[in-house]
T-cell receptor
Framework: GQNIDQPTEMTATEGAIVQINCTYQTSGFNGLFWYQQHAGEAPTFLSYNVLDGLEEKGRFSSFLSRSKGYSYLLLKELQMKDSASYLC???????????FGSGTRLQVQP | DAGITQSPRHKVTETGTPVTLRCHQTENHRYMYWYRQDPGHGLRLIHYSYGVKDTDKGEVSDGYSVSRSKTEDFLLTLESATSSQTSVYFCAITGEAGKSNEQFFGPGTRLTVL
């Protein structure tokens, strides 16, 4: 089985940087995903990490440490439209389905 | 868009009635999933399919059944709906391993069981 933990809520200021952490425990790891979900909408894919290190994609970066069971999503130059829930998900070895954390609701304030 | 539609988008039904939700994809992807999303629980896997007529249970499968008679359609059935099944249901698809890692989600179905 898997256990995925992430903070429930975070608040940040427009233009700032925010880091959303995710820790996980799994019997066999085969990738970590981050999704963004605006209220009332479907989740949309942000990033995928399977090897240790940082993946950068525009204002968003995602980091993975497999030995520590730890990932973070870094959002730079925050915009009001970044207010959303951010979902951390893990894929186990041999499976295609994902196990999701409960999500972190980010509120960006002016 | 990943070519996934769900129907209906909203439904209100009464306890004890059967309900079927439909997921349709135009991507010819092999893997399809049904999740439910509830406050405080995130997305939880109900059932998934790895091909036509090939399905398996997820972590919250009790009270649900699925069928996949065609690649493009994955049906979720609540045989006798209960109030605890009030939720938002998302369908998702994934391509073959090594070709696609991303899981694409449909727009969701909001189901209310009175």
């Amino acid at each position: 089985g898997q256990n995925i933990d992430q903070p429930t809520e975070m608040t940040a200021t427009e233009g700032a940087i925010v880091q959303i952490n995710c820790t996980y425990q799994t019997s066999g790891f085969n990738g970590l995903f981050w999704y963004q979900q605006h209220a009332g909408e479907a989740p949309t894919f942000l990033s995928y990490n399977v090897l240790d290190g940082l993946e950068e994609k525009g204002r968003f970066s995602s980091f993975l440490s497999r030995s520590k069971g730890y990932s973070y999503l870094l959002l730079k130059e925050l915009q009001m439209k970044d207010s959303a829930s951010y979902l951390c998900a893990v894929r186990e070895a041999g499976r295609r389905a994902l196990t999701f954390g409960s999500g972190t609701r980010l509120q960006v304030q002016p | 868009d990943a070519g996934i539609t769900q129907s209906p988008r909203h439904k209100v039904t009464e306890t004890g009635t059967p309900v079927t939700l439909r997921c349709h994809q135009t991507e010819n992807h092999r893997y399809m999933y049904w999740y439910r999303q509830d406050p405080g629980h995130g997305l939880r896997l109900i059932h998934y399919s790895y091909g036509v007529k090939d399905t398996d249970k997820g972590e919250v499968s009790d009270g649900y059944s699925v069928s996949r008679s065609k690649t493009e359609d994955f049906l979720l059935t609540l045989e006798s709906a209960t109030s605890s099944q009030t939720s938002v249901y998302f369908c998702a698809i994934t391509g073959e391993a090594g070709k696609s890692n991303e899981q694409f989600f449909g727009p969701g179905t909001r189901l209310t069981v009175l």
